[in-house]
């Protein structure tokens, strides 16, 4: 399976949801905390490669998620494969067993919208707000644009590389972009 999306930065989620129920999008699902963490060897296999290997819970699913490498182009597209997995610690362990570690670490809250062929994500972050549009390319192309926005605010990066140029930017330290640590 093929995956298409872009990112849009907004100043709150307030901002981001007016916009989207004013671009005529539905929701899809509620707001609701999203862990994410992914996994590689201890020498970044994975991330070298541009892969990604991931374990997403929620409440209520876990999901597993296997991303390539990003092919080059104005939008992020990259093969991904996802499935529903029964309990995300137990899989964790088994992949720290066969010799992957937790790499990165973060959380976000997500709402889902639907528009036309395209989901709507709205995403509160340890680093701002977001909207990650996915579909197809003239879906996202007419969201953007519904959004206000244009091509030119496309953002491509990982929310990985989000946090690392934040860290940067504010001279931050902590490895994980979460919100609060245990």
């Known amino acids: 399976m093929v995956e298409r999306e872009v990112k849009l930065r907004f100043q709150s989620p307030e901002e981001a949801r007016g916009a989207i129920l004013a671009a005529g999008a539905t929701p899809l699902r509620s707001r609701r905390l999203q862990?994410?963490?992914?996994?590689?060897?201890?020498?970044?296999?994975?991330?070298?490669?541009?892969c990604v290997?991931?374990?997403?819970?929620e409440?209520?699913?876990?999901?597993?998620?296997?991303k390539g490498p990003v092919q080059p182009g104005t939008m992020k597209v990259r093969e991904?494969?996802?499935?529903?997995?029964?309990?995300g610690e137990i899989?964790?362990?088994?992949?720290?067993?066969?010799?992957?570690?937790v790499s990165f670490r973060y959380e976000k809250y997500r709402e889902e919208y639907a528009a036309e062929?395209?989901?709507?994500?709205?995403?509160?972050?340890p680093v701002g707000t977001f909207v990650e549009i996915e579909g197809s390319e003239g879906g996202i192309q007419l969201m953007t644009r519904a959004l206000g926005r244009s091509p030119g605010d496309f953002?491509?990066?990982?929310y990985r590389r989000l946090f690392m140029a934040h860290r940067s930017a504010h001279g931050l330290n902590g490895t994980d972009m979460v919100f609060h640590e245990e």
């Open 59 to 66: 409440p209520g699913k876990s999901l597993l998620t296997y």
């Open 117 to 125: 062929d395209v989901t709507i994500a709205l995403d509160e972050t």
């Open 80 to 87: 991904e494969y996802e499935t529903v997995i029964g309990d």
């Open 91 to 101: 899989l964790r362990r088994v992949f720290e067993q066969l010799g992957l570690r």
């Open 155 to 158: 953002i491509l990066d990982s």
């Open 35 to 50: 862990e994410d963490a992914l996994l590689d060897t201890e020498d970044e296999a994975l991330r070298r490669q541009q």
């Open 53 to 57: 290997l991931r374990i997403r819970t």
